[in-house]
């Protein structure tokens, strides 16, 4: 690219347009932080840098491939002054530079926008990715010539507050940003208009703007264009749902045809009856054989329907990475971890995000967060839900062993009261048939497993998804008894009557909701479907923790099979053994001494770092050294540059050659003028003719057309094989076959002006080429300067 060098003000002004329109459309980001001026001021500061040497470079002519890594690394080094008080992060410097943006990754996953004032501030993250915006508009806009194409990192600023949840940009923000955007493109296409000069003979009065025949035509299509783009940005908001400006009103589109989870144990029957068995889910894992895909549990019971209750979700229980450790598990219950990659289609709208439980690992994008009683993911923002999204999780299968559940004693303090929790209203009936099933058993896990064999076979329930819907206390006896329409139901009532009757004998138990069974779809990938939705009964044994029953008896499809642990042999229990646990371990914590527990270990992870010594600080030595290598880079790219373009000239044409003899000349400081013609050019090179270079090539070397003849006769052909190329109708002799001839004579040429210069300038020449870090307009008849002709008019120069 050789744009036409236009002036400085006239760049200068594309380039504070850019800038200015990009730190306007920047001021959406004002809902980010309750101190938004904080990295507004900044982001000022660096629209002025970016935007001046910017302009700065272009006018100057400067290679992009010098000029735009010099703009980074000036801004750079301004915004690494502004965050840790060094233009290079090195040493200390490095240090406070990742920690504030360690400060500010936290900031963002804790808290909700607007940032308070009180957290550590998210100002690193916005100056840095607010200063890429600023370098990208200025490089697309002012040295690519690409104005439009700028629209796209603005865009790209107005679409991070939108998918952080923050209000969009208010109306004169719009205004100014579309207005802005306009004037970039005017500025642009009125200077590229420009360049077609005036009629000959043209008076420039002629022209009432002053601009002679370009203003009139560009501001005619920049209004067109962007009257028609920003009533577009104004009208299609109205018109789909989806698009919202934020001071424009919208239409709520209609709800879809998929599966919808606010309320868990509410939504469950209506979606296992809708009739179409939708895919909903994915998963790729190397689990075997996955079920029991959980989306929630419920703990809480009113008398009439079980429900998540109040979830602690704090700013830290951030879905995103290790979570806790199992609650009440012991540390010798074997176990084995799987990994899932899942999936989720459009139709699954549910603010529950399905997890396997245990799950001990989770990586998903989004304010997702965990309650560490439940292990429930929750959607932190209401209007977030799990459609259409992905991520993946570890979960852990334990080996359970029903000798030990069976051995297991009384829960203590390990789980809250509202596991245990029976409202006034449940008849003392269900308590009584509770008893009266588990009558002969010895020990909790016992009693649990008979009532799950009591629902599934001895019992004589059925399944029915036609039956009386509801879970409230007369819901729940009408369930248990044998009258008419008694014992017959889904598998939502089975699951909270289990709970129901584990809870009168003493048992915490709790209603968990989800998918029982997948279709396997490929190798090691299943999907979960509708008609896999269940309900299923947690009941709580210390040393084993919260463990799965499954009461719900077969008559639906794929009907789930009874949990391996609770059809085993349970052995004698030792008499005297049913209140030890010796396979507790002691660090299960008690739910209230959990910021102590969870404080220990730090301790002793602390103290062990500390006895290995200080870690070598890779990071820095790092970023050092990949800085170094990037201005290595830079030093040797012209180089580069000019070598690569020397070997691609190395052809039979007489313009290239001639280009070449030109830009070696000005790289080694030998005067050139283009307005010479092609023989005057050869008389005032020959003089710089010398010896080709050798080691006995002294400092300052002889030079003339008497030292080196065969350069001057070379020389000679090629200006007289140019001024045929030019002027003659066939050609010179070089076009009718002696193609070796001239890139010799070429050679010969180059030679002899490399070693006929000082010692100096050849240096210079091969560090720091003139002809690759300036730009100027290629010599000949293809491009010439124009040169003025009457009354401010121009003509091209073709002679």
Partial sequence: MNPVRGGLPATLALAATGAATTWVAMLSWRGFADRSAHFLGPLLVLAVVVGLTGALSRWARLSPAVAVPGQVLLSGAVASMMLCGSPLPVGPAWDRLVAAFADAVTSAQQYKAPIPAFAPPIDPLLIVGGLACLLLVDIIAGTLRRAPLAGLPLLAVYTVPVSLDVDGPSWWVFALTAGGFLTLIFLQENEAVARWGRPLGSDASSDPFGFGVRTGAVRATAGAVGGAATALAIVLPLAIPTLSLGWLPGGDGPGGDGVTIENPMVDLRRDLQRGDDIPLLRIRTDDPDPSYLRIAAL???????????????????????????VLGVASTVPRVTHRYEVTTTDDFDSQFLPTEFPVTEISAEGDWRYDTPTMNVMSYNTDVTAAGMSYTMTGVDFDYSAADMSRAPATGGLVGSEYTYIPSGVSSDVSSLAFQVTRNEDSRFE???????????????????????????????RFLSTGEGGRTGYCEQFAAAMAIMARTLGIPSRVAVGFFQPDQVGTDTFEYSAHDLHAWPELFFPGSGWVRFEPTPAGRPGSPQAPAYTTQQVQDIPEGNLTANPRISDDVPDRGESESASAAPDKGRDENAQ???TPFPWVPVLTVGGLLLVMAGLLLLPRTVRRSRRRRRLVPDPEVAWAEIRDTAVDLRVPWRAARSPRETRDHLARYLG???????????????????????????LAHALELSRYAREGGAYARGADDALVADLQTVLDSLVGGAPRRARRAAEWWPRSVLSRRTPAGPRAMSPEPVGAGGVVDHVG
């Fill in 447 to 477: 009693q649990a497993t008979a009532l799950q064999q009591w629902f599934r076979k001895d019992g004589g329930f059925r399944y029915s998804l036609n039956a009386t819907e509801g879970n409230g206390t007369d819901d729940l006896v």
């Fill in 299 to 325: 703990p809480r019971y009113n008398g009439e329907t079980w429900s998540t209750g109040n979830l602690d979700l704090p700013p830290e229980h951030r879905a995103n990475g290790t979570l806790p450790e």
């Fill in 611 to 613: 006895q290995e010594g």
């Fill in 691 to 717: 010896h080709p270079l050798s080691d006995r090539t002294p400092e300052r070397p002889a030079r003339g057309p008497d030292v080196s003849p065969a350069a001057a006769a070379a020389l000679d052909r």
